[in-house]
């Protein structure tokens, strides 16, 4: 009898950011992206400039958790979780470990997209979620292999999810995500009226 296989995962890792200590406020952690993307005149400019939709820190601010408490405490909690998937995906890290590479933060209004892109130059990226509004779009992820299968038919409506060349996710607010760096994804257009709002980082090997 033929033996089928799955080889490589493509490991996804999702959580309550609440899992571990210290608790984040969701409300003082909203308030504290929005205030900022109203001051970091900045980063506003980098925005317009590059034509980024909304707001992103990312080109402006490279200290958020120094700046502001709220972000380290994030941080810690950040880090467990990624210690988390790191064991999970049995990494040898030659006593070393995974740190922080940067953190940043994304205000995508309505009709905003974020283009498919991957993170080249980090081990484990990941977000959180600080503002879902009814009709916010999830997270779209690639399989690696699609460059790949040139030649190959599509995949049946309603395949295995295993199996299939997209995969969405819909996060929810308090929720975390993280994956291998190397794993390309995209925001989709939001279709809501108000702000999407989130904070994604990069973890590096050091």
Not at 2 to 13: E, G
């Amino acid at each position: 009898m033929a033996q089928i296989s799955s080889l490589f995962v493509t490991r996804l890792y999702r959580a309550r950011l609440s899992e571990f200590a210290p608790e984040i406020d969701a409300q003082e952690l909203d308030n504290s992206c929005i205030v900022i993307a109203e001051d970091d005149e900045a980063g506003q400019q980098w925005c317009e400039e590059n034509g980024y939709p909304g707001y992103t820190s990312y080109a402006s601010l490279t200290d958020l958790p120094w700046r502001f408490p709220i972000f380290a405490d994030l941080v810690k909690v950040l880090d467990q979780h990624v210690a988390a998937f790191a064991e999970d995906l049995e990494f040898d890290l030659d006593g070393r470990k995974l740190v922080l590479e940067d953190l940043w933060i994304n205000v995508l209004p309505e009709g905003g997209m974020h283009a498919s892109h991957l993170h080249p130059h980090s081990v484990i990226s990941g977000t959180t979620y600080v503002s879902m509004p009814e009709g916010a779009s999830a997270l779209k992820l690639e399989d690696p292999r699609s460059g790949r299968m040139m030649a190959s038919p599509a995949r049946k409506k309603g395949a295995r999810e295993d199996l299939r060349t997209f995969i969405y996710v819909k996060p929810e607010v308090g929720d975390v995500l993280l994956w291998e760096s190397w794993l390309r994804h995209e925001v989709p257009m939001n279709m809501a009226e108000e702000e999407r709002i989130s904070v994604s980082f990069n973890y590096r090997w050091e």
